[in-house]
């Protein structure tokens, strides 16, 4: 990395840039919290069980999907052709008020069912022939009991319900379902994204050749961050690893500030995510800019410009970090959209400050990655995939390079070129399409709810 001249900018990136025998102690830190969790000892990872089992990759027929996982919702009538193959039917996206996010549980529910009924239309009634099996995305924390009952765990994302913790979302959502005449739709699957990206690499990987490995890992890297993985003895355990807190190493003054400030998630939780993911990339770079403004001849603009907390997203910060020309036109009009003049120097450095802080969000989802894969196989002697879904990962030019990058610097050469990074763009409808699949296969009766 080479570093710029102006010192301050120089000294920021190296605190960026922690050591690789840091990382490797936080690979280390990360199979111990899988190894707490499981034995069901005090640890920040959950290791969650999903009751999910891995598709053969032959799954047919239709399946509705419900993805609920923050401000934006999105109900898919998703057909699964086997040999891999999925599309969509038809598909509706809308947006959760405020009052919703905020209001009784029962408000939400109706909304996704007012969906499901827009989506399937009278082919969901009680006369339209078989259950047509529902696959619910829910990227809330949940405790499982079996595969189509899911109890509510306190809600994250900025999100406080009435009515819901404790709650089964499952039978929440049958009896909205049922409100609207919706009889024939099931909910034969509660997941998260993480899992769902999983199923369907496995799904594809397995419809090309039934001999197929499946995916191993799951990942999500965009507003947020998880990873949900298949382990020997243990199927297929959702980490909840955004919260995984071994992260005492590499911490900055910049990320201890941010952590100790923010009320949602709380200080101590969600210490991984909140370097990581791209709720909070922009967030970082603010607060540097901020400080080197008070250090440095540079960024001395108005405190208004970028005083006020997230002022700068993730997406503004990829667009300066992607911004090579010479006059760093891309950077200065972003800039310019906060009502900020600023010099070519001035750019330049945040460009590079911005690369420091992707960069590193790529470092240590390589070293939580490494951690769940020697945990699956210590010595890395086989080729793992790891299925990845996410708008960081797939918006932040290069990201999945930075991963790569950082597999090779913990791994080695050798041992990086066996772990596969498998793109499953969108992969939540048609990954909890396949989850749903799977599930109705073996359904088992529910008990009347709500």
């Given at each position: 990395?080479?570093?710029?001249?102006?010192p301050a900018?120089?000294?920021?990136?190296?605190?960026?840039?922690?050591p690789?025998?840091s990382?490797?102690?936080?690979?280390a830190?990360?199979?111990?919290?899988?190894?707490?969790?499981?034995?069901?000892r005090?640890?920040?990872?959950?290791?969650?069980p999903t009751?999910?089992?891995?598709?053969?990759g032959?799954?047919?027929?239709a399946?509705?999907?419900?993805d609920?996982?923050?401000t934006?919702?999105?109900?898919?009538?998703?057909?699964?052709?086997?040999?891999?193959?999925?599309?969509?039917l038809?598909?509706?996206?809308?947006?959760?008020s405020?009052?919703?996010k905020?209001?009784?549980?029962?408000?939400?529910?109706?909304?996704i069912?007012?969906?499901?009924?827009?989506?399937?239309?009278?082919e969901?009634g009680?006369?339209?022939g078989?259950?047509?099996?529902?696959?619910?995305?829910?990227?809330?924390?949940?405790?499982?009991?079996?595969?189509?009952?899911?109890f509510?765990?306190?809600?994250?994302?900025?999100?406080s319900?009435?009515?819901?913790?404790?709650?089964?979302?499952?039978?929440?959502?049958?009896?909205?379902?049922?409100?609207?005449?919706?009889g024939?739709?099931?909910v034969?699957?509660v997941?998260?994204?993480t899992?769902a990206a999983l199923?369907?690499?496995?799904?594809?990987?397995r419809?090309r050749?039934?001999a197929?490995?499946?995916?191993?890992?799951?990942?999500i890297?965009?507003?947020?961050t998880?990873?949900a993985?298949?382990?020997?003895?243990?199927?297929i355990?959702n980490?909840?690893s955004?919260?995984?807190?071994?992260?005492?190493?590499?911490t900055?003054?910049?990320?201890?500030?941010?952590?100790?400030?923010?009320?949602?998630?709380?200080?101590?939780?969600?210490?991984f995510?909140k370097m990581?993911?791209?709720?909070?990339?922009?967030?970082?770079?603010r607060?540097?800019v901020?400080d080197l403004?008070r250090?440095t001849s540079?960024?001395?603009w108005?405190?208004?410009?970028?005083?006020a907390?997230?002022g700068?997203?993730?997406?503004?910060?990829?667009?300066?970090?992607?911004?090579?020309?010479d006059?760093?036109?891309?950077?200065?009009?972003v800039?310019?959209?906060?009502g900020?003049?600023?010099?070519?120097?001035?750019?330049?450095?945040?460009?590079d400050?911005?690369?420091g802080?992707?960069?590193r969000a790529?470092r240590l989802?390589?070293?939580?990655?490494?951690?769940t894969?020697?945990?699956?196989?210590?010595?890395?002697?086989?080729?793992?995939?790891i299925?990845v879904d996410?708008?960081?990962?797939?918006?932040?030019?290069?990201?999945?390079?930075?991963?790569?990058?950082?597999f090779?610097?913990?791994?080695?050469?050798e041992?990086a070129?066996?772990l596969?990074?498998?793109?499953?763009?969108?992969s939540t409808?048609?990954g909890a399409?396949?989850i749903?699949?799977?599930a109705?296969t073996?359904a088992?009766p529910r008990?009347?709810?709500g």
């Amino acid at each position: 990395m080479k570093l710029p001249t102006d010192p301050a900018v120089a000294r920021a990136l190296v605190a960026l840039t922690p050591p690789t025998e840091s990382l490797l102690g936080m690979v280390a830190s990360f199979r111990d919290a899988m190894a707490g969790g499981l034995a069901g000892r005090p640890s920040s990872l959950r290791m969650l069980p999903t009751f999910v089992d891995q598709p053969r990759g032959d799954e047919r027929g239709a399946a509705a999907v419900a993805d609920w996982g923050g401000t934006h919702g999105r109900v898919s009538l998703v057909e699964l052709g086997g040999r891999g193959r999925s599309r969509v039917l038809a598909e509706d996206v809308f947006v959760f008020s405020g009052e919703d996010k905020s209001g009784p549980a029962s408000r939400v529910f109706d909304v996704i069912a007012s969906a499901v009924e827009r989506v399937v239309g009278d082919e969901a009634g009680e006369d339209s022939g078989g259950p047509l099996p529902l696959g619910f995305a829910y990227s809330f924390p949940a405790r499982l009991e079996r595969i189509d009952r899911a109890f509510a765990l306190p809600l994250t994302k900025g999100w406080s319900l009435a009515g819901l913790e404790g709650e089964d979302v499952a039978g929440l959502l049958e009896a909205a379902l049922r409100r609207r005449g919706l009889g024939r739709v099931r909910v034969s699957a509660v997941a998260n994204d993480t899992v769902a990206a999983l199923a369907l690499a496995s799904y594809r990987a397995r419809g090309r050749d039934a001999a197929a490995r499946p995916a191993e890992v799951g990942l999500i890297v965009g507003t947020g961050t998880n990873q949900a993985a298949d382990l020997p003895g243990h199927g297929i355990r959702n980490l909840e690893s955004g919260n995984f807190d071994g992260v005492g190493d590499v911490t900055t003054a910049w990320d201890a500030a941010l952590d100790r400030e923010l009320a949602d998630p709380p200080p101590g939780a969600q210490r991984f995510e909140k370097m990581v993911a791209g709720r909070y990339l922009g967030e970082i770079l603010r607060r540097i800019v901020e400080d080197l403004g008070r250090s440095t001849s540079l960024f001395r603009w108005p405190a208004s410009a970028l005083g006020a907390p997230f002022g700068l997203d993730s997406a503004q910060l990829s667009t300066m970090a992607g911004d090579r020309s010479d006059a760093r036109s891309g950077a200065d009009a972003v800039l310019r959209g906060l009502g900020i003049a600023s010099t070519r120097a001035e750019r330049r450095a945040l460009g590079d400050l911005a690369r420091g802080v992707a960069r590193r969000a790529a470092r240590l989802i390589a070293a939580g990655l490494l951690g769940t894969l020697t945990f699956i196989d210590r010595d890395l002697a086989s080729g793992h995939t790891i299925a990845v879904d996410g708008s960081l990962y797939g918006g932040y030019p290069g990201f999945d390079r930075l991963v790569r990058d950082g597999f090779r610097e913990l791994a080695g050469a050798e041992r990086a070129r066996r772990l596969r990074l498998a793109y499953v763009k969108d992969s939540t409808g048609a990954g909890a399409a396949v989850i749903a699949a799977v599930a109705a296969t073996s359904a088992r009766p529910r008990p009347p709810s709500g």
